[in-house]
């Protein structure tokens, strides 16, 4: 174990991307804590979303069950819960004190595949969630030992830096020139109804790894969070996350649900569309990796809202030589040297070169 937590410390400050963080981490991962699969992803912070996925030994036909199960079920250990969660890290076998059958996703998804406990672990800095990951092993009534939990308690928080710092250096890749919308079509299953040709290239953009026939998982995952949406009424979100494309560009999905033009008519398919980001909406991503305080945060975010450094003291009522300060600390964590090359660092370089 001791070896592995090396390898993986290392692997995570090496400034590979994320995709590479997660697959070479489970590799060394797996050297010390025997597993029969897993599954991990990115997210975005914003909405603990799954923005894109690596996996191995979990057959296609789960990933709609499994997507199900965590944002339509009341089961243990969702990873929405677990990102806010004291702890970010439990097993299904302590989750149900022993009693697995408790749970619903063990009983209609990995008692049928032949899975025994699952260990699970939201990738937290601080109150950001960067990524997820889920160990399985065979089926034991032993389950994870505590040792090998406290393990992943011990790595989890570096494989949440190594993701945490990806999108710190993702804006160093090249632009793919101009993308334009793509639009799908998915029944409540997720299963494809229509796409439009500019979709299937975006598809293919973000797809997870390894490679799979079906949807990726990011995209299954925002017309889930649709489908819980819905339950409440007067909810008005749209579920949104932000997509690295392999070429370097930022996409932006977002899920909808077609009516009738009659009020009364049947719900129709859910709409999918996929489009290049806007800086102003990659931005946030990018300044909630830097290791800021909440207050730095605050005015960071001000900053871009171009207020003056007079507007930002009357807002948050603190003298202009505590912004000036707040300033002088962002400047240094994000390696620039003045509010305007904040913003040009936040605003335009996640685009790489001009298309």
């Known amino acids: 174990m001791d070896r592995a937590r090396r390898d993986i410390v290392r692997l995570c400050h090496s400034g590979l991307d994320a995709r590479t963080v997660l697959s070479e981490s489970l590799t060394a991962l797996r050297a010390a804590v025997p597993i029969a699969a897993y599954w991990a992803a990115t997210t975005d912070p914003a909405t603990v979303l799954f923005t894109g996925s690596v996996i191995d030994a979990i057959p296609e036909s789960a990933t709609p069950l499994f997507l199900a199960n965590e944002f339509l079920d009341a089961d243990v250990n969702r990873f929405r819960v677990l990102a806010h969660a004291p702890d970010p890290v439990r097993s299904l076998f302590d989750a149900t004190h022993g009693s697995p059958d408790d749970s619903a996703r063990y009983r209609d998804i990995l008692a049928p595949l032949g899975m025994g406990d699952e260990l699970r672990a939201a990738l937290r800095v601080g109150d950001s969630c960067w990524g997820v990951l889920c160990l399985h092993r065979e089926p034991s009534p032993l389950g994870f030992r505590a040792g090998e939990i406290d393990f992943l308690h011990a790595v989890a928080p570096h494989l949440a830096e190594g993701l945490r710092a990806a ?140 207020n ?48």
């Open 308 to 355: 003056s450094t007079r507007q930002i003291a009357a807002t948050l009522v603190v003298s202009p030589f505590t912004v000036q300060q707040h300033l002088k600390s962002i400047f240094e964590k994000s390696g620039v040297r003045s509010r305007r090359e904040l913003v040009a660092n936040l605003l335009a370089a996640h685009y790489g070169s001009p298309g």
């Open 167 to 306: 999108v710190l250096l993702s804006d160093l890749g090249g632009g793919d020139g101009h993308l334009a919308p793509g639009l799908l079509l998915l029944d409540d299953a997720a299963a494809v109804l229509a796409v439009t040709p500019e979709a299937r290239t975006l598809l293919a953009e973000v797809a997870d790894q390894p490679p799979r026939a079906e949807l990726p998982q990011a995209i299954v995952a925002v017309a889930m969070r649709l489908r819980s949406l819905e339950r409440d009424p007067n909810s008005p979100v749209v579920p949104r996350i932000r997509l690295r494309t392999r070429s370097g560009r930022w996409l932006v999905a977002h899920a909808s649900r077609l009516h009738t033009l009659a009020d009364a008519g049947p719900a129709g398919p859910i709409a999918v569309i996929l489009e290049p980001a806007r800086a102003p909406e990659i931005a946030p991503l990018k300044l909630a990796a830097y290791p800021l305080t909440p207050r730095e945060h605050e005015i960071a975010t001000l900053v871009l809202a171009g």
